[in-house]
């Protein structure tokens, strides 16, 4: 049972380039989300997704873009990268109607 | 503003020891309460759910939470620790109502370190 899988696993890049992460659930969730993980400060909702075609802005959503390119996938596009954007990101799906969100194994990115 | 408290950021204990980290949530309505527990390394896990009913729950792995709604609090518990308890421990809240999206608000969460 593969759950929520991101790549990559480790990521360093330099201040102003770009990436993505990917994101794909297989348990027909209709919700995702994408967190980052700061120490001392739990982790905090980048952005959502309740449903394919819909995204929406959580509690830290500037410098990041997301798509949700089906049900499956949900990426999280980092424009021009900063070093304040150094953290752990995870992604989660559930079935957004107050279930458990279901973690994948997460990204550890570097900006230096 | 919703949020979540965890009073305990840094906890060492021996083995066998008793355990109980706090959790208080800030929310007038119903909430849906969780723990999560990530070890060195991997993603996060559940622990244990609390959404109605016996507001003693049991989880995995010995674990099990009180809920006491007139203290808005939610803690964890286990009777005696073990060395593979090493892990760090979150707290989350899931607001419940027509607007909700399942949008966990997590607490800042706590190192537990359990000496051999």
């Known amino acids: 049972n593969a759950g929520v899988t991101q790549t990559p696993k480790f990521q360093v890049l330099k201040t102003g380039q770009s990436m993505t992460l990917q994101c794909a659930q297989d348990?027909?969730?209709?919700?995702m989300y994408w967190y980052r993980q700061d120490p001392g400060m739990g982790l905090r909702l980048i952005y959502y997704s309740a449903s394919e075609g819909t995204t929406d802005k959580g509690e830290v959503p500037n410098g990041y873009n997301v798509s949700r390119l089906n049900k499956r996938e949900f990426s999280l596009r980092l424009e021009s990268a900063a070093p304040s954007q150094t953290s752990v990101y995870f992604c989660a799906s559930g079935t957004g109607v107050g279930t458990e969100a279901f973690f994948g194994q997460g990204t550890r990115l570097t900006v230096v | 503003a919703q949020s979540v408290s965890q009073h305990n950021h840094h906890v060492i204990l021996s083995e066998a020891a008793s355990l109980e980290l706090g959790c208080n949530y800030s929310?007038?309505?119903?909430?849906?309460l969780f723990w999560y527990v990530q070890y060195p390394g991997q993603h996060l896990q559940l622990l244990l759910k609390y959404f109605s009913g016996d507001p003693l729950v049991k989880g995995i792995k010995g674990f099990e939470a009180e809920f006491i709604k007139s203290k808005f609090s939610f803690n964890l518990r286990k009777p005696s620790v073990q060395w593979s308890d090493t892990a760090e421990y979150f707290c989350?809240?899931?607001?419940?109502?027509?607007?909700?999206?399942?949008?966990?608000?997590f607490g800042q969460g706590t190192t537990l370190q359990v000496k051999p």
């Open positions: 348990m027909n969730h209709n919700s």
């Open positions: 929310y007038g309505g119903t909430v849906n």
């Open positions: 989350a809240a899931l607001p419940r109502g027509s607007s909700n999206t399942g949008k966990l608000i």
